[in-house]
């Protein structure tokens, strides 16, 4: 069957494009101030050597870093949730690059010169933590602009894979070496998003541009009116912040846990991740690299809660306390053990800003909204997981982590559960469903012309339009999905049906159901459920059954 809405001008990401993403994103993620791995490497400054009270000079700059940071993000996701206009792209990136230049030459120069007044490090921490926060809320708005499931993954796997080898360099290069380094890392992070953004439509989030609606996991540049047109049912379905918050939640929830397990692990096991930062840049390399092949791989639609999250990543947490209860047991083979760790929560950060990137690409929530909340929960976790690391005797960190590892494979599995239950139609007609989310009703089956059965071959059609055919499919023959499109697009227009709307009547049509439909779409399940009811209000239909009869006369 052929991809919904495949007839369309999409806009895809260059060769190049990508080819500046990553090497942009690298640049961040090796400059960041409120990430360990960059600041840990700053540790080999002498001014780190000086007494100075219980915690020292970098514990009271992270601190009050991730503490601003924290509480930074919520005030901006409250602001997003209320609605607030934004500020346009290019003053929001002018400004976050301005900032995030001079915090990252002010932190060179403190840890460079030794400068020991400490009111200064509480200073320049609250100022990196606004440029961070700024820097990230532009790279999200321009990742949200241009990158699909797909390719979101090829760019932070690359991106993770390059930001390790900055990082090597940092501990292998004398400090004068290691200080240009992370200025240049610091200046790609903050020219590159002006570089690439593209001034005929904008960057989601800017207000009043053209804004991009995600039409089969491809980018179409749609007036802003067509976009709030698009979005009227989203925005009926969450007319308040706490429902815009538990459908939100519904969305990246899952996903972010791998983010937030990651940042609290990271900040318990400092002072090991310290002596071993280059187990943890391996298994960060090769995180990455991994991210990329299966994304280049993989045939058939990425769907939000699945993939390596529903299979890999619980194998993966199932391996690391395995090999923490022979380490405990013997007495021996730490270094796996930590390597382990740190391969199992790079993987699933790497898999969660991918996510992000798609979750704000789908257009049910603005970037600023998403990648805020992504920085709270990270930087609230990094601070929690210090302090408890700080409150630790070293032998109880292992613990600690492995307590951690445990709670986030048990929720990989429980959410992975659910999901597949939610299998069942969302319209809740009675229907059955089959293993690719595609529901049928027993009774009808028959009646229908080219129902599809349970059972019978699936073609698998991914996000960006390749599709592969099951084992007993008929390869090559696309007429029969062209006059399903065509039908429809004949549909849509006779019946006023909004971009979405259009798009979701295709996946209908195809014999998918709501669940799934949410799931590909990167949307929340009440979105998906309002939407379809719209679909059937302005058909005038009440079943699946018809609009089955409706798109295959």
């Known amino acids: 069957m052929a991809t919904p809405l495949a007839a369309d001008n999409h806009r895809q990401p260059t060769a190049g494009a990508m080819g500046l993403l990553v090497v942009g994103l690298a640049g961040l993620f090796s400059s960041l ?178 804004a991009s609606v995600s039409v089969a996991g491809r980018v179409a540049a749609v007036p802003a009116d067509a976009v709030a047109e698009a979005d009227e049912a989203g925005e009926a379905d969450a007319p308040d912040a706490r429902s815009r918050i538990a459908s939100l939640f519904e969305v990246v929830g899952t996903p972010s846990l791998g983010l937030v397990s990651f940042a609290f692990v990271m900040a318990v096991m400092r002072t090991s991740f310290n002596e071993s930062q280059s187990l943890y840049l391996a298994a960060l390399a090769l995180s990455g690299t991994g991210i990329v092949a299966y994304a280049l791989l993989k045939r058939g639609r990425f769907l939000l809660p699945g993939g390596l999250q529903q299979t890999f990543l619980p194998v993966v947490a199932l391996v690391v306390l395995a090999a923490a209860n022979i380490t405990a047991t013997v007495g021996q083979g730490v270094a796996v053990s930590d390597w382990l760790t740190y391969g199992l929560y790079s993987l699933a950060a790497v898999l969660t800003l991918a996510t992000l990137c798609a979750v704000a690409h789908a257009g049910e929530f603005s970037p600023d909204l998403v990648f805020a909340v992504a920085i709270c929960a990270f930087c609230g976790a990094s601070f929690i997981g210090q302090q408890v690391g700080g409150a630790l005797p070293n032998d109880m960190v292992s613990v600690v982590v492995t307590i951690t590892t445990t709670l986030y494979a048990f929720a990989l599995v429980l959410v992975s559960h659910f999901w597949r239950k939610s299998a069942a139609p969302l319209a809740a007609e009675g229907g059955e469903s089959d293993g690719a989310g595609r529901s049928v009703s027993v009774s009808s089956v028959g009646e229908v012309p080219g129902a599809v059965e349970v059972g019978s071959p699936v073609v698998a059609v991914d996000a960006e339009g390749a599709s592969g055919v099951g084992a007993a499919g008929a390869a090559g023959d696309t007429s029969s999905s062209d006059t399903l499109a065509a039908r429809c697009a004949r549909l849509a227009e006779a019946h006023s049906l909004t971009a979405r709307e259009r798009e979701i009547l295709e996946y209908l049509a195809e014999g998918h159901n709501g669940s799934y439909i949410a799931s590909v779409l990167f949307i929340s399940p009440n979105t998906a459920r309002t939407h379809i009811h719209n679909i059937y209000r302005k058909l005038d239909v009440s079943s699946r059954e018809e609009i089955l009869r409706l798109t295959r006369r």
């Open 33 to 210: 101030l409120i990430y360990s791995g960059t600041v840990i490497s700053f540790l080999r400054f002498p001014l780190f050597d000086l007494a100075f009270g219980p915690a020292g000079y970098m514990a009271l700059f992270a601190e009050t870093t991730l503490l601003a940071s924290t509480v930074l993000g919520a005030a901006i996701a409250m602001a997003s949730l209320r609605k607030r206009r934004p500020l346009p792209f290019m003053v929001l990136g002018a400004l976050a690059a301005v900032a995030y230049l001079c915090c990252s030459l002010g932190f060179g120069f403190a840890c460079y010169f030794q400068v020991t007044t400490p009111e200064v490090y509480p200073l320049l921490g609250t100022a990196a933590a606004v440029a961070d926060c700024g820097m990230v809320l532009v790279w999200g708005r321009v990742c949200a602009r241009r990158l699909t499931m797909r390719p979101a993954l090829v760019v932070v796997g690359l991106a993770s894979v390059l930001s390790a080898a900055f990082c090597f360099l940092y501990s292998w290069l004398p400090l004068e070496g290691m200080l240009a380094l992370f200025f240049v890392g610091s200046t790609l992070a903050a020219v590159i998003p002006l570089a690439v953004h593209d001034s005929r439509g904008g960057v989601e989030g800017d207000e009043g541009s053209a």
